[in-house]
Protein backbone atom coordinates (compact mmCIF):
# COMPACT_ATOMS: atom_id res chain seq x y z
CA UNK A 1 0.00 0.00 0.00
CA UNK A 2 2.29 2.68 1.44
CA UNK A 3 4.80 2.18 -1.96
CA UNK A 4 1.07 2.87 -4.08
CA UNK A 5 1.29 5.99 -2.20
CA UNK A 6 4.57 6.92 -2.67
CA UNK A 7 4.12 6.59 -6.73
CA UNK A 8 3.72 10.52 -7.05
CA UNK A 9 2.27 9.87 -10.23
CA UNK A 10 -1.04 7.55 -8.73
CA UNK A 11 -1.73 10.55 -6.34
CA UNK A 12 -0.15 13.54 -6.78
CA UNK A 13 1.70 13.76 -4.00
CA UNK A 14 3.09 17.55 -3.38
CA UNK A 15 5.68 16.79 -1.02
CA UNK A 16 7.49 13.05 -0.21
CA UNK A 17 10.21 12.45 2.57
CA UNK A 18 11.26 8.77 3.98
CA UNK A 19 14.07 9.56 6.25
CA UNK A 20 15.20 8.36 10.08
CA UNK A 21 13.80 9.76 13.43
CA UNK A 22 14.01 8.26 17.34
CA UNK A 23 11.66 7.46 19.83
CA UNK A 24 11.91 10.03 22.56
CA UNK A 25 11.58 7.66 24.90
CA UNK A 26 14.35 5.68 23.64
CA UNK A 27 17.28 6.47 25.88
CA UNK A 28 19.80 5.01 22.88
CA UNK A 29 17.95 6.58 20.14
CA UNK A 30 17.86 3.71 17.53
CA UNK A 31 16.52 4.86 14.19
CA UNK A 32 13.23 4.31 13.18
CA UNK A 33 12.33 4.97 9.56
CA UNK A 34 9.33 7.01 8.91
CA UNK A 35 8.08 8.50 6.04
CA UNK A 36 5.80 11.51 5.57
CA UNK A 37 3.80 13.00 2.91
CA UNK A 38 1.51 15.80 2.28
CA UNK A 39 -0.84 15.91 -0.98
CA UNK A 40 -4.00 17.67 -1.28
CA UNK A 41 -6.25 14.61 -1.78
CA UNK A 42 -4.80 12.91 1.58
CA UNK A 43 -3.29 15.98 3.45
CA UNK A 44 -0.64 15.59 5.54
CA UNK A 45 0.24 11.72 6.40
CA UNK A 46 2.87 10.06 8.58
CA UNK A 47 4.03 6.60 8.87
CA UNK A 48 6.75 4.76 10.81
CA UNK A 49 7.89 1.57 10.89
CA UNK A 50 7.07 -1.10 13.27
CA UNK A 51 9.73 -3.39 13.91
CA UNK A 52 8.19 -5.57 15.82
CA UNK A 53 4.82 -6.04 13.04
CA UNK A 54 7.14 -5.28 9.97
CA UNK A 55 4.39 -2.71 9.08
CA UNK A 56 4.52 0.91 8.41
CA UNK A 57 1.84 2.34 11.02
CA UNK A 58 0.14 5.79 10.08
CA UNK A 59 -0.03 8.31 13.42
CA UNK A 60 -1.33 11.64 13.49
CA UNK A 61 1.07 14.46 12.68
CA UNK A 62 0.21 15.07 17.06
CA UNK A 63 1.03 11.94 18.04
CA UNK A 64 4.11 11.67 15.74
CA UNK A 65 5.57 15.01 17.03
CA UNK A 66 4.70 13.63 20.06
CA UNK A 67 6.81 10.42 20.13
CA UNK A 68 9.19 11.03 17.70
CA UNK A 69 11.83 13.31 16.97
CA UNK A 70 14.77 14.14 14.11
CA UNK A 71 18.16 13.70 15.06
CA UNK A 72 20.10 16.82 15.52
CA UNK A 73 22.97 16.29 12.61
CA UNK A 74 19.30 15.93 10.51
CA UNK A 75 17.98 19.12 11.67
CA UNK A 76 21.40 21.20 10.89
CA UNK A 77 21.56 19.66 7.55
CA UNK A 78 18.03 21.47 7.12
CA UNK A 79 18.72 24.64 9.10
CA UNK A 80 16.47 23.51 11.93
CA UNK A 81 13.67 22.81 10.10
CA UNK A 82 12.30 19.46 10.43
CA UNK A 83 10.36 18.25 6.90
CA UNK A 84 6.71 18.89 8.13
CA UNK A 85 7.64 22.32 9.59
CA UNK A 86 9.06 23.38 6.16
CA UNK A 87 6.59 26.74 5.09
CA UNK A 88 8.94 27.73 1.86
CA UNK A 89 6.70 25.41 -0.32
CA UNK A 90 3.65 26.78 1.33
CA UNK A 91 4.78 30.07 0.98
CA UNK A 92 5.16 29.74 -2.77
CA UNK A 93 1.89 28.03 -3.50
CA UNK A 94 0.36 31.09 -1.67
CA UNK A 95 1.87 33.39 -3.69
CA UNK A 96 1.12 31.52 -6.90
CA UNK A 97 -2.57 31.18 -5.51
CA UNK A 98 -2.61 35.22 -5.37
CA UNK A 99 -0.62 36.29 -8.56
CA UNK A 100 -2.44 38.38 -10.86
CA UNK A 101 -0.74 36.05 -13.42
CA UNK A 102 0.75 39.24 -15.23
CA UNK A 103 4.65 40.39 -15.69
CA UNK A 104 5.60 43.60 -14.85
CA UNK A 105 7.82 45.59 -17.06
CA UNK A 106 11.70 46.19 -15.94
CA UNK A 107 11.23 49.18 -13.36
CA UNK A 108 7.18 48.82 -12.78
CA UNK A 109 5.53 47.95 -9.80
CA UNK A 110 2.86 45.57 -9.09
Known sequence: MLSLLLNKENIGLDKCVIDRVYDKED????PVMYT????????KKFYFA???TGQM??????????RFECYQSDLEKQDGIRPWEDKAKQIEEKRLETS???IAEEGEER
Do not use: P
Open 27 to 30: AMKK
Open 36 to 43: YIESKELG
Open 50 to 52: NKE
Open 57 to 66: VELSQEEFTK
Open 100 to 102: SGE
